[in-house]
């Protein structure tokens, strides 16, 4: 039952011709949630967009996802067709908070 939910999300997602992974490497990820964001990532390279946030270089998505073959992986599929758009500076969220 579980199997058939799962195989039905990953449909739904693959229907989305735009994908956003947002702050990835915020929250641990464990290896099968690590294999099965791989899986979802090879199935969409080359099929449909996606953008990645992270606060994260790569050189630590090795820690992301438990497994420096399957991040080395991930990040060649990013940087063969990607764009990489870094930001520097301060904070957005600090520059206007209330509390200064």
């Known amino acids: 039952k579980q199997d058939n939910r799962l195989d039905r999300e990953l449909d739904r ?17 464990d290896i099968d949630g690590a294999r099965l964001l791989f899986q979802i990532i090879a199935d969409s390279y080359e099929r449909r967009s996606i953008v990645f946030t992270s606060n994260l270089e790569f050189s630590r998505w090795g820690d992301v996802f438990g497994d420096g073959d399957m991040a080395a992986a991930v990040i060649d599929r990013i940087v063969h067709h990607g764009r990489i758009i870094r930001f520097h500076g301060e904070s ?7 509390m200064k």
Not at 92 to 98: C, E, K
């Open 13 to 29: 997602i693959g229907k989305n011709r735009l994908l956003i992974i947002d702050e990835l490497g915020y929250l641990p990820i």
């Open 92 to 98: 957005y969220r600090s520059t206007h908070s209330l």
